[in-house]
């Protein structure tokens, strides 16, 4: 894919966004422009991208000059604008040492250290939060290949947002709640005949800060006929009204949509494993602090359609690596023996890790994001000792 021919070069090293305006794909306009004042940069998703100021999707056309002329008919649009995120979001930095990490699990072969970085993983992170963060990326990885496959077999996947009514989300403040009422949707759509699939909540809207929870869902599915469509939402209603014991029949809102495009398949779970609560709020926190929010599905006797990736080129020691080995300079592979310690305090075996205020990242070779290796290093002092002396951090 051609570059885009916007100057990133102004872009600060640290990751820190302040002093651009928002990403906007306006024909015969630059993306990006210093602000006057240092306020923060607020990088949207995709369809926000997309969007000109008259609210029409512009779809640009990806040539040797970068964005020019629109073109309404490119598609798989989705495939650029996720890969410019990734490709050219400030922040995405390999070797960036998240400010939430608490240090590094590390693991040792006979030559070499090896460490991970432990991120925190909550939505209002500074850097767990941001789009394609590592936690972000491993939700994804999870479950990509599965939807994929069903694209490379010609096979749609449906796509549901299911809001709950503004006037009920108070009632939806526990776990016990939510998760009732993401059971009743998985239920009811096992028995309309969808064996697969995955729900994730979006726990707050576009402003990142109040309470608005919807739930997503990606499931193997087709075109959903308006009556099919009215019937859910009567349904819903009636589930609300039973479960609430309300005087009324609340108005359901219900989004559906369907594709068998690669592209848009990557966008949408992109965007349904997003972080949406990017704002820290004390009484969303409590509400699903210890909630398993991912809640995939799938039937023991169902197939899921092999998907065929081409592969990326990986460097030999990355390959190694992906597999739990270390690579040695004659060419063998040893496993890395990933370190543990006893926990005094409630009796059991946890991963040892090491601060990161006692590593020496300098020394370290990034390997992948978030891992590193380091040499060990030598003691010549005494020649009956071993030469390779263990050095965790």
């Known amino acids: 894919m051609t570059q885009l021919s916007t100057d990133l070069s102004t872009f600060p090293k640290s990751g820190t966004l302040s002093g651009f305006r928002k990403l906007k794909a306006i024909p015969g306009k630059e993306l990006l422009k210093p602000l006057l004042s240092s306020q923060e940069l607020d990088l949207h998703y995709p369809e926000h991208i997309a969007k000109s100021r008259n609210r029409k999707v512009v779809f640009p056309q990806f040539e040797e000059g970068g964005a020019i002329a629109t073109d309404k008919g490119l598609s798989n649009h989705e495939d650029y604008f996720e890969a410019y995120i990734q490709d050219n979001a400030p922040g995405i930095d390999p070797a960036q040492i998240y400010r939430c990490s608490k240090g ?11 460490y991970k ?6 939505e209002w992170c500074a850097d767990c939060g941001k789009k394609h963060s590592i936690p972000h990326d491993r939700r994804i990885s999870r479950h990509l290949k599965s939807f994929l496959g069903f694209s490379q077999a010609k096979k749609s996947i449906q796509y549901l947002v299911i809001t709950i009514p503004a006037e009920l989300r108070s009632l939806y403040r526990s776990k016990e709640a939510l998760a009732k009422f ?15 699939g995955v729900c994730r909540y979006h726990y707050c809207g576009e402003d990142g800060y109040l309470w608005k929870p919807h739930l997503n869902i990606l499931t193997p599915g087709g075109f959903l006929p308006k009556e099919t469509l009215r019937q859910f939402r009567e349904d819903l209603g009636r589930w609300f009204k039973m479960e609430h014991k309300l ?11 369907y594709t068998t495009e690669e592209g848009k398949i990557r966008h949408w779970l992109s965007y349904v494993m997003r972080a949406t609560q990017v704002l820290y709020n004390k009484l969303n926190e409590e509400t699903i ?6 809640a995939p599905w799938k039937d023991k006797n169902f197939e899921i359609p092999e998907y065929i990736a081409e592969e990326k080129e990986k460097t030999a020691e990355e390959e190694a690596a992906s597999q739990g080995f270390d690579l040695l300079p ?3 592979k040893e496993k890395i023996v990933w370190r543990m310690k006893f926990d005094e305090l409630k ?6 890790v090491v601060p990161v205020e006692q590593t020496r990242i300098d020394d370290m070779v990034l390997i992948r994001r978030g891992f590193w290796k380091e040499k060990k290093y030598l003691e010549p002092l005494d020649p009956g000792l071993p030469k390779l002396v263990i050095c965790p951090f």
């Open 330 to 332: 004659d060419g063998t």
């Open 289 to 294: 602090k210890g909630f398993r929010n991912v």
């Open 182 to 196: 993401r059971s009743y949707w998985k239920d009811k759509l096992k028995r309309e005949g969808h064996q697969f």
């Open 104 to 114: 590094f699990i590390w693991g040792e072969s006979s030559q070499n250290n090896f």
């Open 247 to 257: 005087s009324y029949t609340p108005t359901a809102n219900i989004y559906t949509n």
């Open 117 to 122: 970085m432990i991120t925190c993983g909550k």
């Open 347 to 352: 009796k059991r075996w946890r991963p040892d």
